[in-house]
């Protein structure tokens, strides 16, 4: 099994920036790829980016590019999302997924674990 404990969540303003990480504990050889979701009220799971066991692949949700970086050190086994720019549109409880096969994928069934999440709250 896999457990991932997300952090670096919390309140900002528009314009803002914060830093998300995600620590991986347990068979964590047995993780590809990694990737971030938010869940806004009321709304599905939604795909944010997702990055390649090597860091090779990245991938962003369309809503995101430009203003947000994933990346992974697998030295640490942590995952981490740098939001910049952020808006009241991106708030929403963010969470850390990892993938025990090797697909490129943004839909969350084709992630296998999960961490708990993160609130993330952007104000006007």
């Known amino acids: 099994q896999v457990q991932l404990v997300e952090s670096g969540g919390g309140l900002v303003q528009a314009g803002g920036s914060l830093r998300l990480s995600c620590a991986a504990s347990?068979?964590?050889?047995?993780?590809?790829?990694m990737g971030w979701f938010r869940q806004a009220p009321g709304k599905e799971r939604d795909f944010v980016a997702r990055?390649?066991?090597?860091?090779?692949?990245?991938k962003y949700a369309d809503s995101v590019k430009g203003r947000f970086t994933i990346s992974r050190d697998n030295a640490k086994n942590t995952l981490y999302l740098q939001m910049n720019s952020l808006k009241p549109d991106d708030t929403a409880v963010y969470y850390c997924?990892?993938?025990?096969?090797?697909?490129?994928?943004?839909?969350?069934?084709?992630?296998?674990?999960w961490g708990q999440g993160t609130q993330v709250t952007v104000s006007s």
């Open positions: 997924a990892a993938q025990s096969r090797s697909i490129v994928a943004v839909s969350p069934e084709f992630y296998d674990y």
């Open positions: 347990g068979r964590t050889f047995d993780i590809y790829g």
């Open positions: 990055v390649s066991r090597s860091g090779g692949n990245i």
